[in-house]
């Protein structure tokens, strides 16, 4: 087996091993810039699955965020994943991993996306919490085009008008809340698919060519231990 110095020296003369720059700046030493990069390639990756899923939307999924690499003896790691301030942290995996309807997943997929047969996540019932009927609303509130309009009547008189204005806010609260209500419960028919933007992109941003050059970098052979945590 290649020597550590040896190699380092494959490696070329992008990284750092010296730890600190002048001027006080950080600089990153070859194991843990080759830890970053996959980071960094690993987050991109998911972005673009959420994107193509069309899973951005108020951009909780795609603030993922890596931690610095910590080292402890021989070995090195990091964390990805979300703050826990960031609502996605409690619900990403559903969506990572889709989550089976009631009678499992019915109705035709959209391009890409895949039947949660193996999610260890289904819905028990149809009952529905105010939570999930909020977030709904919530949503559609931030997509009105998906809310059909009704026709506006003309050559009302002001008083026909106020009254019309005050008709319409009171109808167009409770149709967008049984709108929301309606789709709780078909989500829940139906159940969530799977998008596998964690799961998926695992292999790809820390697979082979990545534990090969983590290797070179120790000058010795590597375990790679994945740990995935949720609550």
């Given at each position: 087996m290649a020597s550590i110095s040896q190699a380092q020296a494959s490696l070329g003369s992008d990284f750092d091993f010296g730890g600190i720059a002048r001027g006080g700046e950080v600089k990153l030493n070859s194991v843990e810039a080759i830890m970053a990069q996959a980071a960094v390639e690993f987050i991109e990756l998911a972005k673009k699955r959420l994107t193509e899923r069309k899973k951005i939307d108020t951009g909780n999924l795609s603030d993922i965020v890596v931690s610095s690499v910590t080292q402890n003896g021989t070995k090195y790691s990091l964390t990805i994943g979300y703050d826990k301030s960031n609502p996605a942290s409690k619900y990403y995996d559903f969506n990572d991993k889709g989550v089976k309807g009631i009678g499992g997943f019915k109705g035709k997929l959209p391009s890409g996306f895949h039947e949660p047969t193996n999610s260890p996540y289904s819905f028990k019932n149809l009952r529905l919490s105010s939570g999930f009927i909020d977030s709904i609303?919530?949503?559609?509130?931030?997509?009105?085009?998906?809310?059909?309009?009704?026709?506006?009547?003309?050559?009302?008189?002001?008083?026909?008008?106020?009254?019309?204005?005050?008709?319409?806010?009171?109808?167009?609260?409770?149709?967008?809340?049984?709108?929301?209500?309606?789709?709780?419960?078909?989500?829940?028919?139906?159940?969530?698919s799977r998008t596998g933007f964690f799961e998926d992109n695992i292999d790809i941003a820390f697979g082979p060519e990545f534990q090969a050059k983590l290797a070179q970098a120790l000058g010795q052979d590597i375990a790679l231990n994945i740990k995935q945590t949720f609550s």
């Open positions: 609303t919530r949503w559609y509130l931030r997509h009105k085009n998906y809310i059909r309009n009704e026709d506006q009547r003309r050559n009302l008189t002001g008083l026909q008008q106020r009254r019309r204005t005050l008709g319409n806010v009171v109808n167009q609260t409770e149709k967008l809340r049984n709108l929301a209500i309606a789709t709780a419960r078909n989500i829940k028919r139906k159940g969530i």
